[in-house]
């Protein structure tokens, strides 16, 4: 049930960006908001432990958004054989443009559901999180 409601709720998000003329993935969306609110300039390992995917899937991701000229790869000043991962100008402004399709797509995924309850399920999910990274 969880992972059917995570992907529709990524389709959702990826359906309101399309319909409002915007060629962006919710894939795509959160490796662009993890650089945009958590760290703007972050190790692919990084970006790939705070998104939960894979390196290949990280690596896929940041070569269609550099094609794009949504993020750059620079050099590590402390270690050059490390490449961190920017959003660029145009990246900032496209996530600029897409918090708000964003905010509409998370109003409408919580619409009907009690606030209290929000409060339960988080609880809930953390949880379950802390559960399945306990060793056995």
Partial sequence: MLIRTARAVGNMLQRMFVSRGFDISAEHWTI???LFFRQNGQFQQQL???TYK???AITRLVDGLEKRGLVI???DNTDRRQKKIYLTEKGEKLMDELLPVAKM???RGL???EPEKMVVFEEVLQQIFKNAH???
Avoid: I
């Fill in 134 to 136: 306990a060793r056995d």
């Fill in 105 to 107: 797509a998370q109003k």
């Fill in 54 to 56: 894979d390196k290949a």
């Fill in 73 to 75: 790869r620079e050099e």
């Fill in 111 to 113: 619409q009907g559901v």
């Fill in 32 to 34: 662009m908001a993890n």
């Fill in 48 to 50: 790939a432990d705070r």
